[in-house]
């Protein structure tokens, strides 16, 4: 089994450290992250740069581009065979509901199902990064159970959520569906010190909804999240609706 390991924190983070640990007694692992901070970049390509790659005291592989980026050269050109399995975190902070679709750490996921290849996304919902470390052996024990399966199903990966709170707490495993969060105060608009007017992203307050099988609830409620997404956005409920819209030129 040849597991490629990535994130969107960069390689220096706590999360990524785990889980290489983690799955190493599962296969061959093979680090290859960003050599820096690429949360919130998605899906995002680097297409009109150049993308340089290290090689670390540890022979992780660091590339100067997005989480993305790791998974396309990973498997287009570093690694010499095709991973069996993506894993992609543990990220730092939650990546429940809408944030998948700004999530770095999911994006990386997704890139590895379009190239065929089944892949998972983990997440901490805690702020307390040291506090990853007493999740190894339920990480180990989730992740063995998962990449062992023979049937995971295609155009499938899965997005897999950690509760703040000590493993021993946890309530058990729900598979859920992505609820729906709003941020409020979340853009901030002030002047810089020259007098010129700045915009940041980011921050304030973020309020989330769902229904009772939603990823939210289960987290709240002090379970490991697991849902399952494909990468079809198509609405098919509405496939006839629209159709009815009679749209002319
Ligand atoms: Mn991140």
Redesign the pocket.
């Known amino acids: 089994m040849r597991l490629l390991v990535t ?3 960069g390689y220096m ?1 706590p ?1 990524l450290d785990v889980l290489a640990r983690a799955v190493s007694g599962l296969g061959e692992v093979h680090v290859i992250a960003p050599d820096r ?4 970049t998605s899906h995002s390509l680097t297409m009109h740069f150049p993308l340089r790659v290290r090689r670390t005291v540890s022979n992780w592989i660091t590339v100067d581009g997005t989480p993305t980026d790791c998974v396309v050269l990973a498997i287009g050109a570093l690694l010499e065979e095709r991973p069996d399995f993506v894993l992609s975190g543990v ?3 939650a ?1 429940l509901g809408d944030d998948v679709l700004y ?3 999911v994006a990386a996921a997704m890139e590895a199902t379009i190239l065929g290849i089944p892949a998972v996304a983990i ?1 901490y919902a805690g702020k307390d990064r040291d506090a990853l470390e007493e999740w190894l052996p339920s990480l180990t024990k989730l992740l063995e159970q998962i990449v062992g399966r023979g049937d995971f199903p295609a155009e499938t990966l899965l997005n897999v959520n950690l509760p703040p709170i000590p493993p021993s707490k946890v309530a058990g495993i729900k598979v859920t569906t992505l609820g729906r969060r709003a941020y409020m105060d979340s853009l901030t608009r002030a002047q810089d010190p020259s007098g010129r007017e700045y915009f940041w992203i980011g921050g304030g307050e973020s309020r989330w909804w769902g229904g009772p099988d939603s990823d939210f609830r289960a987290i709240e409620a002090g379970f490991i999240s697991v849902t399952p997404l494909h990468l079809d956005l198509t609405n098919y409920r509405l496939l006839q609706d629209v159709g009815e819209w009679d749209l002319k030129l």
């Open positions: 994130n969107d924190d983070a999360g901070e690429q949360s919130a990220n730092h902070g990546n999530s770095g750490t997440s």
